[in-house]
């Protein structure tokens, strides 16, 4: 590599620590200072790092440009799929990815369970806001500014007897997965299935999709669905890592909400 590129890139990384000094820099890299003062004045001319009145250096806006470009670029169904793959293999469950969309939920990826059972869900269609653990987690993820105008304009279909029938029985369901960050669909979408759901963010916390397993009753039953929580997280925390995300920023991202 490059001595002037390694150099640069040190600096960056320093910067990305802490504020530092002209001084600073020129002792951690072993080099004079008139050496390092070339490669900051030349980063700074496009925008990698920036000082302030006190000569100390920081890290610029144009990293911060690249790096929510490099974010939006990433497609979260392929980064997603190896990981949606280990879990179904692991769990041998059905698994399925889905966005928040124009005030739809939306199926984006689905993996069968190994086994004669298939989910009434399909990649594309839109899965009902009230009573799936995706639809729940998502519209959870939502500021809280309009979760009472999206829990009144649901129909709320009744699907099963379990199925959630008011805007109020809604709200208390989103405040409920809010609070312990995943949702439940028990057996109120089909009176035979259990479902557990859990957010997936990117690198600035914010959820993007959401990740499911849904097994129907007669393969486990509604608590040891529950147990399988921590495979569950595990895989969306692996897809939302890939994304960006790091877990201290969770607290940031759920502010306002």
């Excluded at 000569?55 to 990433?74: C, I, K, M, V, W």
């Excluded at 007897?161 to 989103?174: F, N």
């Amino acid at each position: 590599m490059s001595q002037s590129l390694l150099r640069a890139l040190t600096i960056l990384v320093s910067l990305g620590q802490d504020t530092q000094s002209l001084d600073q820099l020129a002792a951690q890299l072993g080099v004079h200072k008139s050496t390092v003062l070339r490669l900051l004045q030349t980063m700074e001319s496009e925008r990698f790092v920036t000082h302030d009145s006190q000569h100390r250096y920081a890290l610029g806006s144009r990293l911060f440009e690249l790096a929510n470009q490099s974010l939006e670029h990433r497609d979260v169904r392929a980064l997603a799929r190896p990981h949606l793959a280990a879990l179904n293999a692991e769990t041998r469950q059905t698994i399925h990815l889905a966005t928040y969309e124009s005030g739809d939920v939306i199926y984006i990826d689905k993996l069968d369970a190994i086994h004669s059972v298939r989910m009434y869900s399909r990649i594309g269609r839109p899965a009902p806001l009230h009573c799936t653990a995706v639809g729940k987690v998502l519209v959870a993820a939502q500021p809280r500014t309009e979760w009472r105008a999206i829990a009144e304009r649901i129909e709320y279909h009744p699907f099963t007897e379990r199925t959630i029938r008011t805007p109020e029985g809604y709200l208390a369901e989103l405040e409920r997965v809010a609070a312990q960050g995943y949702a439940e669909d028990h057996e109120e979408h089909e009176t035979f299935v259990n479902c557990i759901g859990v957010p997936v963010r990117n690198g600035t916390g914010a959820v993007v999709a959401a990740l499911s397993m849904s097994v129907p009753d007669m393969l486990l039953d509604h608590e040891q669905v529950l147990a399988a929580l921590p495979q569950v997280r595990a895989a969306a925390d692996a897809i939302s890592t890939e994304l960006g995300w790091t877990p201290s920023r969770i607290s940031t991202a759920t502010k306002g909400q």
